[in-house]
């Protein structure tokens, strides 16, 4: 439950005015009195009547000077101090509402006006405001009493304490409030011009910065127009290159062309003269067999050989000699003389397995790798999607690690090794990769890596050894029917680790 005249605790600043009129009056010289008569407000203390006694024999109180907030905050700070200080009978009647206020609600802009209003009213208030600054400012008050307000600012007295001091000190303090008004109006001035010799340092710096950018930026286009222009004419004498060689191909496609046609006369000449030697011969031997059996005849029946006779058999065997020279066929049966004979390849053999090992151990690929001359030709992709090979992985991964195994084992071992993969499967690639002591091979579309691989086992010499590394069963069936030596994928990657 409140009293009357104070306000409940907590109540609303914004609606502490309205409850004026209920609880104080005003004397005829516009000063509150407290609802509870002269007694209320004759409470303030002794000591309050002595710090006001100054003000009391003038008459009327000494309105609180209208100085910046910054100077007034200082006496405001011990206004609030003293009003919560203050026991509510001392109080003037507009302040009991705040006297239980917090601090930092009687900040607030509204209490704060009506404190200063009280201030401006009421002499006893005021009275005790000052006392409470001159008891905490004793040794700034004396100064300021003997004049001297200027040596307490020159020795690091705030503005705000010295004007403080000067309005608790009433008319004796005036000439401190104007000093301390000049040393915050100098103190600010000095702030602005720090700040603003700060803020064009800082425009000067940006624009020395902005400066230097743009002599980078016109040195960098001269730069780029440099370049410009010698790519312009690198490209013009690109031009010219480019349209002299290309005359060069056009002269040297018709030339091609020329010596096509001129080798294809040729060839057909060749032949049609080697099909008309080939009747001559086989007219000469048909003449020649006819003869020998004249001639076997004669020496049956006679002891006695005409010369002539064996003169003539005798010619006729150096000019078919002859004629087989002269068309190519020096060597050839003379039962095949017409047709150039069918070459049979001979018979490659493979490499020998260990004792005690099998053709799928990685100990036997070892001792292959080992022979002389071996070509080892790997099925790419047969071995990385192995399940003891790199499944998981992508292709590219997959043809990485490959790779990497199989040029460490040349490297040891010093065999030619190539792998082959399917090329339908990635980009255009080259068909041949060179890396290294191994060759790669991607085959063309349409082309797998099996007929790749039997077509390389099928060129190479008959006496050279090769080695094929693959679990695909068709595949390792077609190179062992071409000699070759056949081991699984796994003997491969069990190599990956010795």
């Known amino acids: 439950m409140s009293t009357p005249g104070q306000a409940p605790t907590g109540s609303d600043p914004d609606r502490a005015d309205s409850t004026w009129e209920d609880t104080d009056t005003v004397d005829p010289a516009g000063a509150p009195v407290p609802a509870g008569g002269a007694a209320a407000g004759g409470a303030i203390g002794d000591g309050e009547a002595v710090a006001g006694e100054a003000v009391g024999d003038a008459g009327a109180p000494v309105p609180v000077p209208d100085l910046a907030d910054a100077l007034l905050v200082g006496y405001m700070d011990a206004a609030l101090a003293t009003l919560r200080a203050s026991t509510p009978a001392t109080l003037p009647g507009q302040l009991r509402q705040y006297q239980t206020w917090t601090p930092r609600r009687l900040k607030h802009p509204r209490v704060l006006s009506v404190v200063r209003r009280t201030l401006d009213l009421d002499q006893k208030f005021r009275a005790a405001v000052d006392e409470r600054v001159l008891q905490e400012e004793d040794v700034l008050a004396r100064l300021i009493r003997a004049g001297r307000h200027a040596e307490a600012l020159a020795s690091g007295e705030p503005p705000e304490a010295v004007a403080r001091v000067g309005v608790a000190l009433g008319q004796d303090g005036q000439a401190a409030v104007r000093a301390a008004e000049d040393a915050l109006a100098r103190s600010r001035a000095q702030a602005e011009a720090a700040a603003a010799r700060s803020a064009l340092a800082g425009a000067e710096s940006e624009l020395e910065q902005a400066r230097a950018r743009a002599d980078q930026e016109a040195a960098a286009a001269r730069t780029a127009r440099e370049a410009l222009r010698a790519a312009r004419h690198e490209l013009r004498r690109a031009?010219?290159?480019?349209?002299?060689?290309?005359?060069?191909?056009?002269?040297?496609?018709?030339?091609?062309?020329?010596?096509?046609?001129?080798?294809?006369?040729?060839?057909?000449?060749?032949?049609?003269?080697?099909r008309r030697l080939g009747g001559r011969i086989a007219e000469l031997q048909a003449l020649l067999a006819q003869s020998q059996r004249q001639y076997r005849a004669l020496r049956k029946s006679s002891s006695q050989v005409d010369p002539v006779v064996a003169e003539a058999v005798g010619a006729l065997e150096r000019d078919?000699?002859?004629?087989?020279?002269?068309?190519?066929?020096?060597?050839?049966?003379?039962s095949q003389a017409g047709a150039a004979p069918p070459r049979l390849p001979e018979r490659r053999e493979p490499l020998p397995v260990p004792g005690g090992l099998a053709a799928?151990?990685?100990?036997?690929?070892?001792?292959?790798?080992?022979?002389?001359?071996?070509?080892?030709l790997v099925d790419g992709y047969n071995v990385t999607k192995h399940e003891r090979g790199f499944?998981?992985?992508?292709?590219?991964?997959?043809?990485?690690?490959?790779?990497?195994l199989c040029r460490r084992l040349a490297r040891r071992w010093g065999a030619e090794i190539t792998v082959v993969f399917d090329g339908a499967s990635v980009a255009p690639v080259p068909t041949r990769l060179p890396l290294g002591p191994i060759g790669v091979v991607f085959t063309d579309a349409g082309r797998t890596a099996d007929d790749e691989i039997v077509a390389r086992v099928n060129a190479a010499p008959s006496e050279r050894p090769v080695v094929v590394v693959s679990s695909d069963n068709e595949l390792r069936e077609r190179s062992a029917a071409l000699g070759a030596s056949v081991t699984r994928a796994t003997a491969l990657l069990g190599l990956a680790n010795r």
């Open 239 to 274: 031009e010219r290159e480019i349209h002299t060689l290309s005359q060069r191909c056009r002269a040297l496609e018709q030339e091609m062309s020329q010596a096509a046609a001129r080798l294809q006369n040729a060839r057909a000449q060749a032949a049609d003269e080697q």
């Open 320 to 334: 078919v000699s002859a004629l087989r020279r002269a068309a190519g066929l020096e060597g050839v049966p003379k």
């Open 360 to 376: 799928d151990d990685p100990e036997t690929l070892a001792a292959w790798l080992a022979t002389a001359d071996v070509l080892v």
């Open 391 to 404: 499944p998981d992985r992508t292709l590219e991964d997959q043809r990485t690690l490959l790779l990497d």
